[in-house]
């Protein structure tokens, strides 16, 4: 069984730049959530995407934005790419309750390296 | 809001001796708390998660973690490391909807 995967692993891109990121979930599971985790710190959530549409989101621009297709994976996009974007990418993925309870499952990353 | 505080930044300690990474969290309503680790250059893995009923909590490779409501913490422990347990401990928190707010982090290096 195939856990979550990400693509591309890395990623180099010039400022002003845009990039798209994508994620497949694990198998049985319907929900996807983003999250951006600078160098030395935490994971920070960006958004959920929740059958095909945004159910939460966190305190990014709109600059980032995402789309989940109807085999539940999903893409990130951010457009004008600034030297603060350079980070690892993590796609979890989960079952579709709401509750908070439910464990998520992380992919590799996809580390994006803004010059 | 809630918010995670992971007192510890770096922790070093020796192979087969004891560690505790400690988190603490606040909230204004209950939340479910995890500890996430993450190997280099690997995703992150949850080792255990709080969710209700006992307040220990435990991982299949000897880890345990204990909720204390009365001081909103959730610290991490296990009694003997190894090598293999070098890695960055995550805490984490959600209240609803699977919104994950982790802290910054505890390097764990453990030497011989």
């Known amino acids: 069984d195939a856990g979550v995967t990400q693509s591309p692993t890395h990623l180099i891109k010039t400022r002003g730049q845009q990039v798209t990121l994508r994620c497949s979930p694990k198998?049985?599971?319907?929900?996807v959530s983003w999250y951006q985790q600078a160098l030395g710190q935490g994971p920070q959530f960006i958004f959920q995407?929740?059958?095909?549409?945004?159910?939460q989101r966190g305190n990014f621009p709109d600059r980032f934005s995402g789309h989940q297709f109807p085999n539940y994976s999903s893409e990130l996009n951010v457009n004008a790419l600034l030297l603060g974007d350079s980070a690892l990418y993590l796609c979890?993925?989960?079952?579709?309750?709401?509750?908070?309870?439910?464990?998520?499952?992380f992919g590799p990353g996809t580390r994006l390296t803004v010059l | 809001a809630q918010s995670v505080t992971q007192l510890d930044s770096q922790v070093p300690v020796f192979e087969e001796a004891p560690v505790e990474l400690r988190c603490n969290y606040s909230s204004s309503v209950s939340v479910y708390l995890f500890w996430y680790v993450q190997y280099p250059n690997q995703g992150l893995q949850l080792l255990l998660k709080?969710?209700?009923?006992?307040?220990l909590v435990e991982s299949i490779n000897g880890f345990e973690a204990e909720f204390n409501k009365s001081q909103t913490s959730f610290h991490l422990r296990k009694p003997s490391v190894h090598i293999s347990d070098t890695a960055e401990y995550f805490c984490a928190v959600s209240e609803s909807w699977g919104k994950l707010q982790f802290g910054a982090g505890t390097q764990v290096v453990v030497t011989p």
């Open positions: 979890a993925s989960s079952s579709g309750t709401t509750n908070g309870a439910d464990t998520q499952y």
């Open positions: 198998s049985g599971h319907d929900t």
């Open positions: 995407y929740y059958e095909e549409e945004e159910r």
């Open positions: 709080y969710l209700s009923g006992s307040t």
